[in-house]
C-alpha cells in the first residue's frame, strides 16, 4: 500500500515508518498537517495515519477536509488523548479507527487489516469506483450516475475512470492525455461536464496542473 504517515514525532514517525516499510508498504511522511492536506489533494494513498496534534493544521481538521473532499480514503487517527469525548469526536468527523499512544506496532497493523476489511478493500470490489452518485464497474465498464446508466465513448471511460479513483485529487493533465493532444482533452471535459453536473458532480480545473472531481456546493453523495 502507498500509506501517508503524519506524525511531528521524529521518534515515532521513524519506527512507524521503518516497519511499514519492512513489510513491503510505501511510506511517505509528514510532519504537518497544512502539508499533509496539500498532498492528499495533489497524490493518491491508499491509508493515511494522521497524528490528532499537529503543527500547521490538526489532525482532526486533516480528517474533516478529507471527508469534506468526498475521498474515501481509509483513516486511523493517532493521539495521546484518552477521553471518550475525543474519541467520539474523531470517529464523528470520519476516521476510521482511532490509536491510543502508546501502542505496540502490530496493533497498528492489525487494525489497518480490520479497517480494509470494513471497507471491502480487495476482492471483486477493486473493479468498483465511485464519487458520490457516481459509480464505476471496470470489469462490466459500466457507468451510473444517481443510479441511471451513463453512456461512455471508449476515450470519456478513460478520462472519469482516472478522476474517480484519484477520489477528489489532482490528475495531471499529461496522464489523462495519453496519446491525444491537450486541445482533445478539453473536448473530452467539456462534454463530460454538463452530464455530471445535473447530479452534483463537477470536474474542476487546476489552471497549470490538470483536473479533479468535486462536489457541488451542498450536496454529497447525490443528496442535497
Known sequence: MHILLV??????????TEFLRGQGDDVTL???????????????????LVDVGLPGLGGYEVVRRIRDRGQALPVILITARDALDDRIYGLDLGADDYLLKPFELA??????????????GGGASA????FGPLALDAEGRLATLAGEPLMLTGREWELLEALVRADGRTVARERLQG??????????VSRLRPRLESAGVLIR??????????????QRDGTA
Open 7 to 16: 506524525e511531528d514525532d521524529p521518534v515515532l514517525a521513524a519506527g512507524i
Open 30 to 48: 509528514e510532519n504537518d498537517g497544512m502539508q499533509a492536506d496539500r498532498l492528499l489533494q495533489e497524490r493518491s494513498f491508499d491509508f493515511a
Open 107 to 120: 496493533e497498528l497493523t492489525a487494525r489497518m487489516r480490520a479497517v480494509q476489511r470494513r471497507s471491502g
Open 127 to 130: 473493479s468498483r469506483s465511485s
Open 179 to 188: 496519446e491525444g493532444s491537450g486541445n482533445a482533452l478539453e473536448v473530452y
Open 205 to 218: 480545473t487546476v489552471r497549470g496542473f490538470g483536473y479533479r472531481l468535486e462536489h457541488a456546493r451542498g
